[in-house]
């Protein structure tokens, strides 16, 4: 038995990666894994055994650190959070609600805005630097700003992630040419992008990390944040910290409550309008969480 990680998914097929420089094995996943309604992500770090004619089969998946439904991806250092202020213009609320699944699951965001050539995205940008997030404006184009998104990555397991068309995979082709991704454009009659990317699979780059190019959204994929209750929420939205003792009244949603220290922060302009409206979005659709749909 060896040791690897799970590198591509397809088709029923785990692509593992071993140790040591090893080759990739294609391998099938125990029939237990099934029967007890586990599936195998991009991301694990397995235990498998290699057969005789080249294939194998995934005995074990070790302890995650975290997982993902979507991106469907397990054992995450960072979020790479994909933006555009030009064509297509990114909703706000993408980028805050996959903010908060990072924090929900324990890795770090870093919001990086493409195609700057085209619009600088100076309130976007303001809003997640003030709000405490790595934050960078780059080019796929021209290479603006990729020398420092590229350090960021060095030696990390990153999610690209971005709604369909700002360029995850036209980032990656910039910053390690041998990739080769497919990269499509974007319709000009609905000014948003075409998905390119069918599934999720790691990518190794010369500097040490591994990156994960994953299929496209858009704000019609965006349900209510994976298993993070209504009271929970208010902890994935880090410039609340400071103010989250203040309030008038234990148990205070932040949402429209008196004496609310929350929203006497956003009145006076510590906290970003667009930030606290995605707050109060996803709390609505937190309450209409149960518990039994996590069983």
């Known amino acids: 038995m060896s040791e690897g990680v799970i590198l591509k998914a397809l088709s029923g097929f785990y692509y593992v990666d071993g140790k040591d420089g090893a080759p990739t094995v294609a391998c099938r996943a125990r029939g237990r894994f099934r029967h007890e309604k586990i599936t195998p992500l991009v991301g694990d770090r397995v235990v498998f055994t290699a057969l005789s004619d080249g294939s194998g089969m995934v005995d074990e998946i070790l302890t995650r650190k975290n997982q993902f439904q979507r991106p469907a991806v397990a054992n995450i250092d960072q979020l790479v959070i994909i933006a555009s202020g ?35 995205a100076e309130a976007l940008y303001a809003t997640y630097r003030s709000a405490g997030f790595q934050t960078f404006r780059v080019s796929a184009e021209t290479g ?33 040419p041998g990739f080769g991704l497919q990269v499509g454009e974007v319709s000009d009659k609905l000014g948003r992008g075409r998905h390119t990317t069918r599934h999720v699979e790691l990518l190794r780059l010369n500097n040490g990390g591994l990156v994960a190019d994953t299929p496209g959204f858009s704000s019609f994929d965006i349900d209510r944040l994976e298993g993070c209750r209504k009271d929970d929420l208010q902890h994935t939205f880090r410039e609340f910290a400071p103010y989250l003792d203040g309030c008038r009244f234990v148990g205070c949603a932040h949402v429209k409550e008196k004496g609310c220290a929350v929203l006497e922060a956003l009145a006076e302009g510590k906290i970003a309008h667009s930030r606290h409206a995605s707050y109060v979005r996803l709390y609505e659709q937190a309450k209409e969480h149960h518990d039994w749909e996590d069983k």
């Open 144 to 176: 603006e700003g990729l020398s420092e998104l590229y350090a960021a990555i060095a030696g990390k397991v990153s999610a690209f992630t971005g709604n369909s068309g700002v360029g995850k995979s036209s980032i990656l082709n910039a910053l390690e």
């Open 86 to 120: 030009a064509v297509p213009i990114t909703d706000p609320f993408l980028v805050d609600r996959m903010i908060s699944l990072a924090e929900w699951k324990g890795c770090e965001a870093l919001v990086c805005i493409n195609k700057c050539d085209l619009d600088a």
